[in-house]
């Protein structure tokens, strides 16, 4: 760096500390406005990655292994009928696959002595369910199951609805292959409680043989559930099973399979960008007000030096240093105050008086704020321009005073 970038630095930098409680408001404005940014986007981001992590360990998984079609109409006949064998062996040797479960999936009608709900009967492998699913760790009451025992899981908000407890009989009834109404009695063997409300109270849990046989399937199951060591990972691993399964199936990404959520990130994205805005605004506004101010208390000097020769575009280059050094230390202020705020934070929000609600949308009641690489790489950028267009008018002012005139200001 030459001498003239040094020297107008350091005159960008004293002018900024001229008037220390002015710039101290607006460094105290702009600390705030991005803090209180990057705070409410994390808390934003802590509730919607735990909606896609409740989905994925409750239900869907990153990918799932279907008959070719029955995404678009889910049904018995539409089944992997060898049970997943040819699906297995080529799990087994692709990479970055962490776990794999095969389920049984229908529509059915669960009936207590004094109540019955519409729910959805997934059959499971126990054992290989525990690898995609936290099933077995969300169990509060009685046990997991397992391959040989006749016993359902139900969710605690489910078991409510039928006045049922653990133990409890209960009725299946349920359509099967042949599209031949059947059903069966079991006993409740344990009760599960989740972040997401309508999987507590929609899924009835049974062992896959025990499904299979109720639906008279045989062997065949609906799906292959599959978790990935890396979310990065997913997309790649789906081409290579869609490479080596072959015609006869699809794989999906949880983002197929859940569109929902995939439209509530793209939200949240596209609404942080009216934040940024908003706040970015309101900062080109005072900025550009204080250094307006500091203009004409300094016009008798900006004659004395355009007097010795400095010219206009040095003058306006350093007014925009002032606006740029102000930003940038209200944003480091803003951000140093964020992190350390989320650091603070790093154990959750307990907002558990707020249960009932969050629960409806799959999200628990403890939020931990999270902040992306995006929620500091767009405002910085944001800032550079924020501070630029705020000194543009104030700048171009000062090199429109002629030396004369203002050498004889008062």
Known sequence: MGPFPVLTLRLAWRNVWRNRRRSAIVLAAVAVGIAGVVLSMAIDNGMVLQMVETAIRTEVGHLQIHARGYEENPGLDLNLADGGRASAHILESVGGIQAWAPRVRSEALVSSARASAGVRLVGIDPAREAGVSLLARSIVSGRYLDADHRGVLIGRTLARRLQIGLGGKLVLSVQDLDGDLTGAAYRVSGLFQTASREFDQGAVFV???????????????????????????????????????????EVHTWQDIVPLLVQMIDVLDSSAWYVYAAVFIAMVFGIANVLLMAVYERIREIGVVMALGMKPRKLASVIVLESIILTFLGLGIGYGGAFATVAALSDGIDLSRFAEGLTAYGIGTRIVPVIRSQDVGIPVVSAIVTAIVASLWPAVRATRFSPAEAVRHM
């Open 207 to 249: 062992p896959l043989g025990e499904t299979q046989r109720l639906l008279r399937l045989g062997e065949a199951i609906s799906e292959v559930v599959v978790v990935a060591t890396r979310e990065r990972d997913i997309r790649t691993i789906q081409r290579q099973l869609s490479a080596r399964l072959g015609t006869g199936v």
